[in-house]
């Protein structure tokens, strides 16, 4: 797998061939917390004949590790932004459409915000926000730090352990594959980027500012929920698409897709993929149905 240094961390990445029509946007994928790249595998074996598409690991996370002397590290939606802006820059993505799953949804609308003149749209998976809570999220925060400290490297040789793991936040449970990968990504995790980014992005200042974010936009931007994702429920997501100018139209920009946790993309990849195809085949010159 393929990497690139950017501030002392080697990103890893995976890029598909590029499509047959030029003018068809690069498709870039951000996961989620304690997640990696791998999850965006079953949707991009759906796209990539049409499409282009770049999956990659966040710093800190799945394979991008830093340096053994790392300079100091920043774990904001704002440097992850800055980091996938350079990634971009360096792969020489000049048209991309960015899809970022939770966390990386509003990685997403951060990037857009910085890199207007090569992001043409975003869509958003189980991802939105923009309320604060106090008490929920200083429990949800207290959590997080507990779920971070507490991460024997011994865990994922406990037996059966996996399918806890293929349970958790979705619908239905998903093939044990995905159990065993989601307990090499959350044992994997560099501790300071998983507690950063955790604590950057969940500070009243911060939840706040995505509302005003996703106004400003003039990109078209999306929203994928899953009506029983009890991670970031429909609420919070129809909360945030309401600030953008979409969100009033006949069509809106809210797709719901039933029978679905906060995992969609593994959940229901062929759903997925078909309302990336229309929201693509309606905003991008020279796409195509799926």
């Given amino acids: ?24 946007p690069s498709l870039v994928f ?19 004949p049409y499409y282009q598409c770049l999956t990659y690991d966040l710093r800190g996370f799945g394979n991008s590790q830093t340096t053994t002397t790392p300079p100091k590290q920043e774990y904001s939606l704002a440097s992850y932004a800055q980091d996938l802006k350079i ?28 890199c207007s003149e090569t992001i043409q749209g975003v869509t ?26 507490f991460r024997p490297r011994w865990l994922p040789y406990i037996p059966g352990l996996e399918l806890i793991f293929c ?13 065993r ?9 560099d501790s300071q980027a998983a507690l950063g980014s955790l604590l950057d992005s969940t500070t009243e200042a911060e939840v706040h500012h995505l509302p005003q974010l996703v106004f400003r936009l003039e990109q078209p931007v999306y929203f994928i929920a899953g009506a029983k994702d009890k991670v970031m429920e429909l609420k919070y997501v129809n909360h945030l698409a309401s ?30 993929a078909k309302i990336l195809g229309d929201i693509l085949q309606q905003n991008c010159k020279s796409s195509v149905d799926l």
């Fill in 243 to 272: 600030f953008h100018a979409l969100f009033d139209t006949p069509q809106g920009n809210v797709f719901e897709i039933p029978d679905c946790g906060h995992i969609a993309m593994l959940e229901h990849p062929e759903q997925v």
């Fill in 87 to 114: 990634l971009l820059q360096k792969l020489e993505i000049e048209r991309a459409w960015l899809i970022g799953h939770s966390l990386g949804g509003s990685i997403a609308l951060w990037t857009a915000n910085i």
């Fill in 30 to 48: 951000i996961h989620g917390w304690l997640l990696s790249h791998h999850y965006w595998q079953p949707l991009v074996s759906l796209l990539k």
């Fill in 1 to 24: 797998m393929p990497s690139i240094n950017i501030s002392g961390t080697f990103h890893n990445y995976e890029l598909t061939a590029p499509a047959a029509n030029t003018q068809r």
């Fill in 124 to 149: 958003c998976i189980n991802s939105g926000g923009g309320i604060y809570l106090k008490e929920e999220f200083e429990r949800f925060r207290t959590a997080g730090k507990q779920l971070v400290k």
């Fill in 181 to 189: 990968q989601r307990i090499r990504d959350f044992v994997s995790a």
């Fill in 167 to 179: 349970r958790m936040m979705v619908a239905h449970p998903l093939n044990l594959q995905w159990g």
